[in-house]
């Protein structure tokens, strides 16, 4: 789809249309929301983003995404006829993408879980230890 414009190309004054974010055009594409970027750049589709400036030694600022709502429009009808080639496992309707997202879900949900009883357990032990404490002699 050659006759997109370049995504640092201004746009027009007149514009009404606010751009989409990744939540909007989840809803719109079979994409996983982790990889609507680099599906946007298959079907050239303008995209925005902003965020992700270092840190230093505490990582990145997250990134957020906004998509241009025209080229959504128009690459939506490819992406569900499979006319963009995107991998099973970054799509929501293949089994490969309700799997990895099936297993990506189930591993934050454990690794919270496992997380929230280290934290508890710690502060039943600092409890403990303290009520210990105040009733020794």
Known sequence: MANTPDPETPEAVHEEESWLSSEEVAKLWPVRKDWLPGAARRADVRVRSFGGASRGTWGVEPTFYHFHPGDVR?????????????????????PDGRRAEFWGTLSARVAGTLLLGVLVCG?????????????VE
């Open 123 to 135: 502060l039943l032990l600092i409890l403990g230890t303290v009520i210990f404490l105040l009733t």
């Open 74 to 94: 128009r690459a939506a009808p490819a992406i569900f006829e499979g006319h963009v080639d995107i991998p099973s496992n970054w799509r929501t309707d293949t």
